[in-house]
């Protein structure tokens, strides 16, 4: 086997370098899960939605008869979800691009469906939106020398 060939099968079992992508991408999962876990820490805890000055009737128009389950979903998969892919995204852990790349699509997704829910804009939504797009693009970028480093090996 020829060493390019070597460093190539070495890197579809190790993860990918950082490089500018994966920082950004890891910083953004930071950003988001920081603010994520704050948002469903609060909602857990008074599930009225009285620590974030939201009333239960923005909820009408979901499955939900209150803030619990919304809050942790929000710190439990965008919360601790997205700063335990952080991390494994700083050791360099093969999978972190791909799950980096679940959680922002994850987001844009929790996003778009949140503002058919409660009809109301904040300026958190295009802000929130615009974070999972930035994990979603760069998890792609860092990805993409894992698969074909993938496809070299296979």
């Known amino acids: 086997?020829?060493?390019?060939?070597?460093?190539?099968?070495?890197?579809?079992?190790?993860?990918?370098?950082?490089?500018?992508?994966g920082k950004i991408t890891i910083a953004?999962?930071?950003w988001l899960g920081i603010g994520a876990l704050a948002g469903g820490i609060a909602l857990v805890t008074r599930p009225d939605g009285s620590n974030m000055q939201f009333d239960t009737a923005i909820?009408?128009?979901?499955?939900?008869?209150?803030?619990?389950?919304?809050?942790l979903v929000l710190g439990?998969?965008?919360?601790?979800g997205s700063l335990a892919v952080a991390v494994m995204g700083a050791r360099h852990h093969v999978a972190a691009p791909f799950l980096a790349f679940g959680i922002g699509c994850a987001q844009m997704i929790w996003i778009a469906v949140q503002l058919?829910?409660?009809?109301?804009?904040?300026?958190?939504?295009?802000?929130?939106?615009?974070?999972?797009?930035?994990?979603?693009?760069?998890?792609?970028?860092w990805g993409l020398p894992t698969l074909r480093a993938w496809r070299v090996a296979s």
Do not use: K, N
């Open 28 to 30: 953004a999962l930071i």
């Open 116 to 141: 058919a829910i409660i009809d109301t804009l904040s300026f958190l939504h295009p802000l929130m939106f615009a974070t999972g797009l930035v994990i979603a693009l760069g998890a792609v970028a």
């Open 76 to 80: 439990g998969l965008f919360g601790v």
């Open 59 to 71: 909820l009408a128009g979901s499955p939900f008869a209150d803030f619990l389950v919304p809050g």
């Open 1 to 21: 086997m020829t060493t390019q060939r070597l460093s190539t099968a070495s890197q579809a079992r190790s993860g990918p370098p950082l490089g500018i992508a």
